[in-house]
């Protein structure tokens, strides 16, 4: 079952423009993920976020966990043509394993 | 270190046969994670193996099952083959407490 539920499902922005996807997820956690998938290829890590930790810096990357409201949103800076992909959320609840739950998913496209 | 790799990157196969996916973890690794990615349900969990033991599935038919060897490659194998198995398998694997799972790049299975 799908945990994470992302907004909006697709997003179409201009180079050097900033991109905002959101993200809700339904139980307690111990992190939030976010994953860039290119293409249907394999998902790269971009970021892990704590739920005792409410804002996070990665490169142009900014990540914000608000654990009373359940959601999350992820910042792309300074967008470039590169970054068109699909960005997923994934919640974790680390109690004897390790399982990621994903969200649908936010299309992102970066046109030059 | 090397990735993650999967084999065979690309198969098809025709309704009723049997299929057999090999992950091969990043050294070091003993947590194997397995995901299937389909257009209508996203990305959904399969199962993780740590140190040859299954210690957490998905809701996924039996005629999906998994082990993981000794050097902690894993293999999934699915059983008379649906249409709807048609997917991208993604296998991930993870050190430690499993908080970041590094993804290979899948498997894409067509089922006709």
């Known amino acids: 079952s799908q945990q994470g539920e992302e907004d909006p499902q697709a997003l179409s922005i201009q180079e050097g423009e900033n991109a905002t996807m959101n993200c809700s997820y339904k139980?307690?956690?111990?992190?939030l993920q976010w994953y860039r998938q290119n293409s249907g290829r394999g998902l790269v890590h971009l970021i892990l976020?704590?739920?005792?930790?409410r804002e996070k810096h990665s490169g142009r990357l900014r990540v914000t966990l608000d654990t009373s409201k359940k959601s999350s949103s992820l910042l792309i800076t300074a967008s470039r043509a590169a970054d068109t992909a699909s960005y997923f959320c994934?919640?974790?609840?680390?109690?004897?394993?390790?399982?990621?739950?994903f969200g649908k998913g936010t299309m992102l496209l970066v046109s030059p | 270190k090397a990735g993650v790799t999967q084999t065979p990157r690309y198969l098809i196969k025709t309704r009723g046969q049997q299929v057999t996916l090999s992950c091969s973890p990043i050294s070091g690794h003993r947590s194997v994670s397995w995901y299937q990615q389909t257009p209508g349900q996203g990305l959904q969990f399969l199962f993780e193996y740590f140190s040859e033991t299954q210690r957490n599935k998905g809701n996924f038919p039996g005629r999906f099952s998994g082990r993981q060897f000794s050097n902690s490659r894993s293999e999934m194998n699915v059983s008379t083959l649906e249409l709807g198995d048609s997917a991208l398998y993604l296998c991930?694997?993870?050190?430690?407490?499993?908080?970041?799972?590094?993804f290979g790049p899948g498997t894409r299975l067509l089922v006709l």
């Open positions: 994934a919640t974790q609840i680390l109690s004897g394993y390790s399982t990621l739950t």
């Open positions: 139980t307690s956690i111990n992190n």
């Open positions: 991930a694997s993870s050190s430690g407490n499993g908080e970041t799972q590094y």
């Open positions: 976020i704590r739920s005792n930790e």
